[in-house]
């Protein structure tokens, strides 16, 4: 035992930034190479987050054969996978030397949930199958979700609160000193100059202060966070990211201006929240897709404006005792926004008004695989019990099952 791989040889980018964070000079007994990046794979922690990229990418129904997948989770990296570079190759002999060897002797199952990370749901737990982390939801807001428009705002406020209590506390964050965007659909007035023989001349004259504040009150209608007669002041972090949160349309003028959180706010700040930090134990993971449900309902635009969720989370914050909370844009990866409960938090900074004309809305867009994959037919099938399979299929993915493929290898 002993074996070694390297940075180069790993795809899931979690493993690999592990291994390019610890590595050092060696030998990789994966691609044979001399690489400045290399880790011994003997190392629990090592061990661990292979485990938690398995578990990241792959449903356990793939690789557990009790719910109909391969008989061992090794099989699925025999082959093309998410995890490594190259398919590991089983030796003829039973070489305990052997890279192969040593990752198959990597134990599913664990004992201590605290410390390591389970291949396997099964055990001492319920009779179920992992969800892939990626697309796992925390079932408790599945359910909240449903029972939202029939409880009381301040009942569910109650029930958000107490449930989240303890995972948010290590998110809790004071901020101070930041300056931050906001914008407003429309300006105060237009001036126009036009003197017989020349160009006319314009003058736009935006929102400042109060006015591209936060409403008061009593005129306050409802947002994403507030209920109606709730102000709060929502700022993102750069110009783009403050027009994107207003929803404008093309040829809209819309006014600028920032604001400056300058004393110490209490905040609950989602922004940072990445799998690297949690890929540790099935505690950690427990604990990682409970913030990832609570982010997504934070960050992600909701057209329909169906907002009762969002602020019965916001009222939970408030109960809990922070002044705001934080999440990333939808706009892009790097740009966050702040809402603050309290419009007092942050104060207009003189001088930063701006009027801009929208020209165009851009959309940074990237094609996605929408060919059939074998590997997650069987998963979708199964995920989708409410027709016959060919119909499945052929509904979905355009492709009529017969001659095309054979039955067995489905
Ligand atoms: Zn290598």
Known sequence: MGNCICSECIKDSNLKRY????????????????REQVLKIATREFQNRMKAAIRYNYSEILYNSHWG??????SLLKEENLIFKLPIEEPNEEDEDDLYWEINAIPGHIEDYSTDVSLYFGGERLDAFFDPIMR????????????????????????ISNKIKDIITPLAKEIEKIDLYRARIGIKDILIYSELGEETQKTYIPYKKNEIGAPWPKIATEGRFNRAGTSYLYLASNLETAINEIRPSVGHCVSIGKFRIEKKVNIVDFSNLDFYDYATSDDKIDEYVRLKSIEEILCIPNPDKEYRLTQGFSDAFILLGYDGVKFKSSVSYDTY???????????????????????????????KEININKKYLEEYISQNNTGHKDEIIRDNFGIDIKGTFNERTL
Do not use: Q
């Open 19 to 34: 291994v390019v964070k610890h590595g050092s000079n060696g030998v990789c007994n994966m691609c044979g190479e001399h």
């Open 69 to 74: 997948g391969v008989s061992n989770w090794i």
């Open 136 to 159: 796992d939801r925390w079932s408790w807001i599945e359910a909240l979700s449903e029972k939202i428009g029939y409880d009381n705002p301040n009942i569910i406020s109650k029930e």
């Open 337 to 367: 926004n702040i809402v603050l409960f309290s419009p007092s938090c942050a104060k207009y900074i003189d001088g930063t008004h701006e009027v801009v004309e929208i020209k165009g809305l851009k959309y940074d867009i990237e094609n």
